[in-house]
C-alpha cells in the first residue's frame, strides 16, 4: 500500500518552512536556489512545495486500524472503538499461546516501520515491539507451528520474506519475488496449497497470481485476477480458499471503500461471492470507509478482521491531463470481422483479409457444411437509425456477402444487437439477442435488461418470440447446449453469469462465470465429452492474448498451457468464436485497428460472440479449426465498446 514519507507541513512562513524544503531537496538544488533566488522568494517556493504535498497525498499518517467481527465469516460488523491510529495494512493472525497479534505499518514516529500490537488477557490491546523491516507484512503460519512474513521492499517491487517462532522476533530470509514487469506491486497475500504456494500481489485495483513450490521462489506468468478491488488476505475454508478484498470508492457514485470476497476451489480461478462483506458504517471512526482486510477464523467458530480506514477524508494527487488524442471514428462503424486458421485447435494462424468492414460482436454458425451465415452488430446506414444485427453468408469461409433478406420479423423493440446463433433438435435456426428501447449504448438502458429470441426456418428471416432471460445490466449472450440443457453465458455488469433452461426458452440464473478479467464465447464440445473454452485477455488494451480452457460440467474451468492467438502492440483481440469447417473448424473476428477501449466504459465485447455449432450437433473432428476475433488498436477511444 502506500510507502511514500509522511510529508512536513509548514509550521508557518519562515525559516521553518525553508528548513522543510531543504529535505526534499538535494544540497547542489539548495545552494543553487539560494544563490540565485533571495530568501523571501526560497521561502514561499518552499511553501507551495511542501503545502501541495500535504494537501495532494494519503498515507498511512491519515489512516486508522479497527476491528470487525463475524459468526461466519460473511456477514461482518465493525468495532466503533480505534485500535490504533496513524496504522495502515493491517496483519492479523494469532500467535503460540492463542492471542491475537497485529502487525501494521506504523505511521505514528518520524519514520514509518512495522509497529506491533498484542491482545492480553482480559481482551484489550497493548504496543508490543517487532524487528520485521519491510511494509506490508503478510504472515503465514507452517505446519511446524512457526511462522513466515512476507514483506514489499524497496522500490522497485521485491517481496522479501522473514522467519520467527513468536511471530515478533523475526529473522530474514531473503528475497523472494522481483520481476522488472511489475514494479508497483504490493501488498503480498501468500497461502500454501497441495499444489504449491501461490502469493497475490496488489496491481492497481487488480491481483498479479504468482506461483512457488516452496514459498521461497515465485515467479508468475502473468496472470491477473480482476475480481473488482485488490489488498487482499486469503483464508482456507471449507472446499477451498476464501480471498477477501477492498473495492475503491468512486467519487462519481459516492460509494466508499468497502470490503469483498471471492472463493476458490483450486487457487487459480476465483468467483466473487454475491454482497459485501463490510462496509462503512454511517458515523463515527470507520465511516469514510474500510479496506486492507486482514480475517483470521477463531477457534471458537468466530472470525475477527482488522481493517483500516481514515482519520480525514483522503485526498489524492490529480492525475495529469491526458495527452489530446487524433481524432477517430467512433464505435463499430471502425470494427471489423476477420479469421484465423489452426490444424489443432491448439496453434493458430491468421488469415489475410477482413471478413466483414463494419461489424462488431460476430456469431457464425455453419449450416451443414454449405455455407457459413455470420451474424453480427452493424452501425446505421443513415443518420437517426439505431445500430442493429445483420447477416453475411460465406460459401468458402473466407469471403461474405452481405445478405439483404435477412430480418427479424415481429421485433419488439427498438433494436436488436449482441447476436447469438444456434439450432433446436427440430433444425430450426435460434438467435439469441439483446432486445434494447435505448437510443443510446444498449449496455446503458434502463434495468432489468433482456434476452429476446427468434426462430427462422432458413436462417435469413427470423420470426421473434419474445424474451427468454430478464437480468440487470446484461449484454452479449452466448447460448449453447450441454449434456441435454441449454446454457447461457452472458455478461452482466463486472462478470460473466451462467443461466439454464430445459427448453431454450426460459433461463434460470446459475451463478457467476469463474473467470474474471476474461472475455468468453460458447465453449466448444470436444470428442472426449469436455468442453474447450476460448476467451480473451480484457485487462490488457493491446497486445492481449487469445487462451483456452476445458471444463468437464461447464462451471468449472482450467487453463490451457500457451496462448492461442497474440495481438499486436496496436490491437486487441477479442470475441474468439470457433466454428468447424468441411471436416475442420473456423475462426471469425471483429477488429478495429484505430480505436481502444475508453477508460470507464464496459468490458469489450465481454461474455461472448456466439454458439459454436460443434456443440450442438456432437463432437467434430479437431483439424483444420477457423476462429473469430475482435480486435482494436491502442491509437483512439471507443465511445461504444461493443
Excluded at 494469532?94 to 516501520?113: H, M
Excluded at 470428442?527 to 485487462?539: N, S
Excluded at 450437433?617 to 461504444?640: C, D, H, K, V, Y
Aim: charged letters at 25%; aromatic letters at 8%.
Amino acid at each position: 500500500m502506500e510507502t511514500g514519507a509522511r510529508p512536513k507541513a509548514p509550521a508557518r512562513a519562515s525559516g521553518a518552512t525553508v528548513y522543510a524544503v531543504s529535505e526534499v531537496l538535494d544540497a547542489m538544488t539548495r545552494k543553487l536556489l539560494h544563490a540565485l533566488i533571495p530568501a523571501g522568494a526560497v521561502t514561499a517556493a518552499a511553501f507551495v512545495l511542501i503545502g501541495f504535498r500535504a494537501s495532494g497525498q494519503d498515507g498511512p499518517w491519515n489512516h486508522r486500524v479497527l476491528l470487525a467481527r463475524s459468526q461466519d465469516g460473511l456477514h461482518w460488523t465493525l468495532d466503533p472503538e480505534v485500535l490504533v491510529e496513524r496504522a495502515s495494512v493491517p496483519e492479523l493472525f494469532l500467535g503460540p499461546d492463542g492471542r491475537l497479534i497485529l502487525l501494521f505499518v506504523d505511521a505514528s514516529g518520524s519514520n514509518e516501520r512495522i509497529g506491533a500490537m498484542l491482545q492480553d488477557q482480559d481482551g484489550s490491546w497493548t504496543r508490543g515491539e517487532t524487528n520485521l523491516r519491510g511494509v506490508d507484512p503478510n504472515v503465514v503460519r507452517l505446519n511446524d507451528g512457526s511462522y513466515r512474513a512476507y514483506v514489499k521492499t524497496g522500490l522497485k517491487g521485491a517481496i522479501a520474506a522473514y522467519s520467527s517462532e513468536d511471530g515478533l522476533r523475526w529473522r530474514e530470509l531473503g528475497e523472494v519475488f522481483q520481476d522488472p514487469r511489475y514494479p508497483q506491486v504490493t501488498d503480498p497475500d501468500v497461502f500454501e496449497t497441495p499444489a504449491g504456494w501461490v502469493m497475490l500481489l496488489s496491481l492497481g485495483p487488480r491481483l498479479l497470481r504468482c506461483t512457488s513450490q516452496d514459498g521461497l521462489h515465485f515467479v508468475t506468468d502473468g496472470t491477473v485476477l480482476d475480481l473488482g478491488g485488490s489488498v487482499s488476505d486469503t483464508v482456507p475454508v471449507p472446499g477451498g480458499w476464501r480471498t477477501f478484498f477492498h473495492v475503491n470508492a468512486d467519487p462519481k457514485t459516492g460509494t466508499r471503500m468497502r470490503i469483498r470476497s471471492a472463493f476458490t476451489a483450486d487457487a487459480r480461478t476465483w468467483q466473487v461471492e454475491e454482497g459485501d462483506r463490510l462496509v462503512a458504517p454511517d458515523a463515527g471512526a470507520g465511516s469514510l470507509g474500510v479496506a486492507d482486510p486482514a480475517p483470521v477464523p477463531l477457534p471458537d467458530g468466530s472470525w475477527v478482521m482488522a481493517v483500516k480506514s481514515f482519520i480525514d477524508p483522503p485526498k489524492y494527487s490529480p492525475r495529469p491531463p491526458e495527452p489530446p488524442l487524433p481524432p477517430v471514428m467512433g464505435g463499430i462503424e471502425t470494427h471489423r470481422v476477420e479469421s484465423a486458421t489452426s490444424q489443432d485447435g491448439l496453434s493458430w494462424v491468421r488469415d489475410e483479409g477482413v471478413r466483414v468492414a463494419r461489424a462488431s460482436v460476430p456469431a457464425a454458425i455453419n449450416d451443414r457444411d454449405e455455407r457459413i451465415l455470420l451474424y453480427y452488430v452493424r452501425p446505421p446506414d443513415e443518420p437517426g437509425k439505431p445500430e442493429t444485427v445483420a447477416c453475411s453468408v460465406s460459401y468458402d469461409g473466407l469471403r461474405f456477402e452481405p445478405e439483404p433478406a435477412f430480418r427479424i420479423e415481429g421485433l419488439s423493440t427498438l433494436k436488436a444487437v449482441d447476436p447469438s446463433i444456434t439450432r433446436d433438435d427440430d433444425g430450426k435456426f435460434r438467435l439469441y439477442y439483446l432486445a434494447s428501447n435505448h437510443w443510446g449504448d444498449p449496455a446503458g438502458g434502463p434495468n432489468p435488461h433482456a434476452i429476446h429470441m427468434a426462430v427462422s426456418g432458413d436462417g435469413i428471416r427470423f420470426q421473434e418470440i419474445g424474451p427468454v432471460f430478464q437480468y440487470p445490466d446484461l449484454v452479449d449472450p452466448d447460448v449453447f447446449r450441454f449434456r441435454g440443457e441449454w446454457w447461457m453465458y452472458v455478461f452482466a455488469r463486472d462478470a460473466t453469469i451462467i443461466a439454464r433452461s430445459p427448453n431454450g426458452a426460459d433461463f434460470t440464473y446459475e451463478g457467476r462465470l469463474p473467470l474474471m478479467g476474461w472475455g468468453t464465447t460458447a465453449p466448444l464440445l470436444l470428442p472426449d465429452g469436455r468442453l474447450r473454452l476460448y476467451a480473451f485477455d480484457q485487462r490488457m488494451p493491446a497486445g492481449n492474448a487469445v487462451r483456452s480452457f476445458l471444463s468437464d460440467d461447464g462451471f468449472h474451468w482450467s487453463l490451457e498451457e500457451g496462448d492461442r492467438l497474440r495481438a499486436g502492440p496496436d490491437e486487441q483481440i477479442t470475441d474468439p468464436f470457433v466454428v468447424p469447417w468441411r471436416g475442420g473448424l473456423q475462426d471469425v473476428f471483429q477488429g478495429d485497428l484505430r480505436q481502444s477501449p475508453r477508460s470507464g466504459a464496459r468490458p469489450l465485447a465481454s461474455g461472448t460472440a456466439a454458439l459454436h455449432a460443434a456443440s450442438q450437433i456432437g463432437p467434430q473432428p479437431l483439424a483444420p479449426w477457423r476462429m473469430t476475433l475482435f480486435s482494436l488498436s491502442r491509437r483512439g477511444r471507443n465511445e461504444n465498446s461493443r
